[in-house]
């Protein structure tokens, strides 16, 4: 069965360090998107891409974070430098060109970040 | 503001026992999906509902969609200990820039054996 691979799975650092997350979306999905999930709180989305391009990273905070998706499959979600409040588990999910207007999402394990 | 209001936050109950958890919100969705997530790992699609009084039987899993398209509930019958998890619903709105899943904040649930 096709699944979202993440890595890695847990990450600790030391704040003003950096940190990379990668993604690989289910083979054939054009839409990916990165998530940070907060401790008992739902998803909330940081970026949306439509194959290589940004579709919308209104909630990236872009003086930190940054995303990129070049050849239009695999993912990089960057932070620095990562601050105490970044602690969090990043999600990555994938789903059928933005025309499937089900929507239906599936996710990665995720990656638990912990910044000390 | 949650666009999407779960209730309740937390539900601990013993096995056997049914239980309900809702899903509100003031917005019109084209779509709404449960997903279930546990422990360190990512929330894992469980259904998704689309046409207004929808429902959909999922074993002992009943999940139904408002007839306005704006809520949706989760209904349970007979818990069992691995049903326990974090249940999160989302609703998907159509935008000119593709498809947005919007969150609730979840509905933690511990299932006592």
């Known amino acids: 069965e096709a699944e979202v691979a993440q890595s890695p799975r847990y990450k600790i650092t030391e704040k003003s360090q950096a940190v990379a997350f990668w993604c690989d979306p289910i083979s054939g999905h054009a839409t990916l998107y990165w998530y940070r999930q907060i401790l008992g709180q739902g998803p909330e989305l940081l970026v949306q891409?439509?194959?290589?391009?940004?579709?919308?990273d209104s909630q990236l905070p872009k003086d930190r974070f940054s995303a990129e998706r070049l050849k239009g499959v695999d993912s990089t979600l960057k932070i620095q430098p990562a601050e105490l409040g970044d602690s969090a588990m990043y999600l990555c999910?994938?789903?059928?060109?933005?025309?499937?207007?089900?929507?239906?999402?599936?996710f990665g394990p995720g990656t638990r970040l912990t910044v000390l | 503001t949650q666009l999407l209001e779960q209730s309740p936050q937390f539900l601990s109950i013993q096995e056997g026992e049914n239980l309900t958890v809702y899903c509100n919100s003031s917005?019109?969705?084209?779509?709404l999906q449960w997903y279930r997530q546990e422990p360190g790992e990512g929330p894992v699609l469980l259904v998704t509902v689309v046409t207004g009084g929808e429902v959909k039987k999922l074993k002992r899993l009943t999940f139904q969609f408002g007839d306005a398209r704006k809520d949706s509930s989760l209904h349970i019958t007979a818990a069992q200990p691995g049903d326990t998890g974090l249940y999160l619903c989302a609703g998907a709105k159509r935008l000119d820039d593709g498809n947005k899943l919007v969150f609730g904040a979840g509905t933690i649930l511990r299932v006592k054996s």
């Open positions: 891409f439509q194959d290589e391009s940004v579709v919308d």
């Open positions: 917005s019109v969705f084209s779509s």
């Open positions: 999910a994938s789903s059928l060109a933005m025309g499937s207007w089900v929507g239906e999402q599936f």
